[in-house]
């Protein structure tokens, strides 16, 4: 089964042969609509130039700011000490294999064949951590996701670089593997 990189990479081909534009080109008339809602912006590729619903989303998805930019934003002043919590869970699911890191603009989606896990800064001292592990059952820091976040079924809350220990690694470990 491909990757979701390589899934991605096959669509950009698709594209381009069927379109006869590059993907820079489909970035730069979304940028230049003036449109800021995803959702306009996938409505405008649709309507006004033909495209698939799919093709319309990778393009949104793509114009929007660098996967860095939209990081450095969630950690940004008051949010700005908790960077390094989100750096430990990226490089624990990282040391585990193939990783896809999708930020959006409140989190970051960790994605193997599907998400696994999420990491949002919720407030000025926590990270919180979502994980799909559906059939375990809450205990302690583990808990039930319960309104945190639909996208998956249990929450750990971060405050500091310590709070990512050996229990939250093999937790992250677990959703990951569950993830194909």
Do not use: C
């Not at 996938?42 to 619903?53: D, W």
């Not at 960077?83 to 990226?90: G, K, L, M, T």
């Not at 592990?133 to 205990?139: A, K, S, Y």
């Amino acid at each position: 089964m491909p990757t979701p990189a390589e899934q991605e990479a096959t669509m950009i081909a698709n594209l381009e042969a069927q379109t006869d534009r590059p993907l820079a080109d489909w970035i730069e008339i979304v940028r230049a609509s003036g449109l800021a809602k995803h959702s306009q912006r996938v409505a405008l590729l649709k309507a006004e130039h033909g495209l698939g619903h799919g093709y319309a989303n990778l393009i949104v998805h793509r114009a929007a700011d660098d996967v860095g930019d939209l990081v450095a934003a969630q950690y940004a002043g008051a949010k700005e000490k908790l960077r390094p919590v989100y750096e430990a869970i990226v490089d624990a699911a990282r040391s585990f294999g193939e990783v896809e890191i999708a930020p959006k603009k409140a989190y970051v989606s960790l994605r193997r064949a599907k998400q696994f896990a999420l990491v949002q800064p919720s407030t000025a001292s926590r990270v919180d951590l979502g994980l799909n592990l559906r059939d375990v059952e809450p205990d302690g820091r583990l808990e039930a996701a319960g309104s945190f976040n639909a996208m998956v079924s249990h929450r750990v809350r971060l405050g500091i670089l310590e709070d990512v220990d050996a229990d939250v690694v093999e937790w992250l470990r677990l959703a990951w593997h569950r993830a194909v």
